[in-house]
């Protein structure tokens, strides 16, 4: 990110971040960002293109592309990357069959131009789910502690219960927060 965009940024009356949600399909991607937003949860189709929504969270205003994670749909992400300022990955970790995908599909996605230097939180969600892997194991799998490209954060959850989300988010702001804007 160049000085100009930092100094922007830094002028701008409302903060603003964008940030991303992505994940294979049937992650918990809609029902994560319903339950941030207060939104009711008991009806959750798939996200067949992608939803924006725009909250207020700490001071700042966020728009956050939900897209879906359909395998017809993935090859069309690319077309969200610019100016993502935040990445968000949804793990299923009841979900043991496809995460060499999801694993496979986050590594492709930090290598995109676009998404350099973007924050990255991985929310290992369906905690709630008995035979769930913890964070620990996801973390693992995903071969995270390879990634050197971007600051990145692991957070167990649950879009369901909402346990530990605002955690994860807390992490993710601030950690944008202390990259783009000049924090007091």
């Known amino acids: 990110m160049g000085l100009l965009t930092i100094i922007k940024k830094t ?5 603003e971040m964008r940030l991303l949600i992505l994940g294979l399909d049937n992650a918990g991607k809609t029902t994560i960002l319903k339950r941030i937003n207060g939104d009711d949860i ?7 293109g992608f939803e924006i929504k725009t909250l207020e969270y700490q ?3 966020l728009n956050i592309w939900d897209v879906g994670g359909q ?6 992400w690319r077309n969200y990357f610019e100016q993502t300022e935040g990445l968000i990955w949804v793990v299923d970790s009841a979900d043991r069959l496809r995460l060499h995908d999801c694993k496979e599909e986050l590594h492709k996605l930090l290598q ?10 991985v929310f290992a969600n369906k905690q709630d789910l008995p035979g769930s892997m913890n964070g620990e194991d996801i973390q693992r799998h995903l071969d995270l502690d390879t990634i050197r490209t ?8 649950s879009g369901v219960t909402g346990d530990h989300l605002l955690k994860g988010m807390d992490w993710l702001i601030r950690d944008i927060g202390s ?3 000049l924090l007091d």
Request: charged share 30%; net charge positive; glycine share 4%.
């Open 11 to 15: 002028k701008r009356k409302e903060r």
């Open 179 to 181: 990259r783009i804007y």
């Open 150 to 157: 971007h600051h990145w954060s692991i957070q167990p959850c």
């Open 59 to 61: 001071g700042y205003k």
């Open 71 to 76: 395998k017809s749909i993935r090859s069309y």
């Open 112 to 121: 995109e131009e676009r998404l350099a230097g973007a924050s990255l939180l």
């Open 42 to 48: 008991s009806k959750v189709s798939p996200t067949l």
